[in-house]
C-alpha cells in the first residue's frame, strides 16, 4: 500500500465558481468585460507558434512588469495565476511544520497551498468581517515563517488602511515573511487602501502580491507575479514549475500592460456597480459590508447556502460559503439586476 502523506487525507480541495450553461455567473471574481481589445488582436498573431515551448524565464514579461512598478527585473517572479505564486512563496520559506498565519475566512487557497508545502495553517478569526491584524500579530510565533495579508480580503471585500497595515507590518519579526495579496488592487479606492508596492517597496521581508485574472480579465491564461527583495524572488523563481505560464499569457499580460486606460475604465464601470448594488441591498435590509473589490459579501450566516440555492433555481450564481456568507461578484448592469430581484424576493 501506498504510504500517502496523511496531512492531505483530510484536506478539502479547493472548490471553483459553478459554470451552469446559460446561467448568470457572479460567482467567480471574472471581470465580465471580456478580453481588452489589444489582448485579443495579439492573440490572433500568436497561434502559429504554440507548438513550440514557451521562454520559461519570461524575459519579455518580466521586463514590461518591471517598467510598470518602477523596479529592476530581478525584483519580479511570475507563475501560472497568483495561486501558484503563492505556492511557490510557500514552498520557498516553508519547512515541515513551520507555520502560515492569515486571518479566516480569507482566500481558500491558502489553508490548501500551506498544507501542500508541508506547512501548518494558523487561522486567525476575523473581527466584523475585516481581518483581525493584531490578533494575526499575536499569533506569530517562532514557528511562523509566513504570514498573508490579503488586501481587499476575499471573500469578504473589506479594506486594511494604511495606518493599521503599517503597524502590523513594523510589529513582525524580520525573520516573518510578509505576504500582502492585492489581487483586487485595481477596484480599490487609493485614498482607503494603501498601494503596498508604494508602501513597503523597501522591506526585505515584504512580498507583493498581484495578478492579471481579475481587472486584466485574463482569468482564463492564468498569470501572477509577486515583487519582492532580489534574494527572496531568485528563490520563488526556483518553485516554479517550468514553462508553466505559456506563451500566450506571457504576450496576453504584456498586451494588458499596455491598456492601462482600458482596464481604468472597466474598473471604474464595476465600481459605480458596486455602489449602486450595495444600495439596492441595504435598502431591502442586507448587511454588507464595505467593500472595495468587484464583489459583495453578505454575511448571511445559516441562510448563505439556502440564498445561493434560491439564485440558483433562478438562473443566477453566487458562492455561498455555508454557515457564513454568501460572495456576488459584480457583472454587466443587466445581471446586477438580475441578482437584485432575487434578492429583493428572498427577502419578501
Known amino acids: 500500500m501506498v504510504r500517502l502523506r496523511p496531512s492531505l487525507l483530510e484536506l478539502q480541495s479547493y472548490?471553483?465558481?459553478?459554470?451552469?450553461?446559460?446561467a448568470v455567473v457572479l460567482a467567480s471574481n471574472e471581470c465580465p468585460y471580456g478580453l481588452l481589445p489589444g489582448v485579443a488582436a495579439r492573440l490572433g498573431e500568436l497561434t502559429g507558434g504554440l507548438s513550440r515551448y514557451p521562454d520559461m524565464g519570461a524575459r519579455r514579461l518580466l521586463e514590461a512588469l518591471a517598467a510598470r512598478h518602477g523596479v529592476s527585473t530581478d525584483r519580479v517572479a511570475v507563475?501560472?495565476?497568483?495561486?501558484?505564486?503563492?505556492?511557490q512563496i510557500l514552498l520557498t520559506v516553508c519547512t515541515p511544520g513551520a507555520e502560515v498565519v492569515f486571518g479566516w475566512r480569507s482566500f481558500e487557497a491558502y489553508p490548501i497551498l500551506t498544507t501542500v508545502a508541508g506547512g501548518v495553517p494558523v487561522r486567525v478569526p476575523l473581527r466584523d468581517h475585516v481581518q483581525d491584524l493584531p490578533a494575526m500579530a499575536a499569533a506569530v510565533t517562532e514557528r511562523t515563517r509566513l504570514v498573508f495579508v490579503c488586501n481587499p480580503n476575499n471573500p469578504t471585500s473589506t479594506p486594511i488602511g494604511e495606518t493599521a497595515l503599517r503597524a502590523f507590518v513594523e510589529e513582525l519579526p524580520g525573520h516573518v515573511l510578509v505576504v500582502i495579496d492585492e489581487a483586487y488592487h485595481e477596484y480599490a479606492d487609493p485614498a482607503v487602501v494603501p498601494d503596498a508596492l508604494a508602501l513597503f517597496g523597501d522591506r526585505p521581508n515584504v512580498v507583493v502580491l498581484r495578478t492579471f485574472s481579475k481587472a486584466y480579465a485574463l482569468a482564463g491564461l492564468r498569470v501572477g507575479y509577486c515583487v519582492g527583495a532580489p534574494e527572496i524572488i531568485a528563490q520563488v523563481r526556483k518553485t516554479q514549475t517550468p514553462f508553466s505560464v505559456s506563451a500566450l499569457a506571457q504576450e496576453a499580460a504584456i498586451a494588458a500592460l499596455?491598456?492601462?486606460?482600458?482596464?481604468?475604465?472597466r474598473a471604474a464601470l464595476t465600481i459605480g456597480e458596486r455602489e449602486r448594488?450595495?444600495?439596492e441591498l441595504r435598502i431591502l435590509g442586507y448587511d454588507v459590508p464595505e467593500s472595495q473589490a468587484n464583489f459583495l459579501w453578505l454575511p448571511l450566516g445559516q441562510d448563505s447556502a439556502a440564498f445561493a440555492g434560491h439564485c440558483l433555481d433562478h438562473g443566477i450564481i453566487v458562492r455561498a460559503f455555508p454557515g457564513e456568507g454568501v460572495r456576488v461578484t459584480l457583472g454587466l448592469p443587466e445581471e446586477n439586476a438580475a441578482f437584485l430581484t432575487q434578492a429583493a424576493t428572498w427577502r419578501a
Do not use: F, I, L
Not at 258 to 265: C, I, L, P
Open 277 to 279: 448594488v450595495t444600495g
Open 258 to 265: 499596455q491598456s492601462g486606460d482600458e482596464v481604468t475604465r
Open 15 to 22: 472548490v471553483p465558481g459553478r459554470k451552469v450553461p446559460g
Open 79 to 87: 507563475g501560472a495565476g497568483s495561486s501558484e505564486v503563492c505556492g
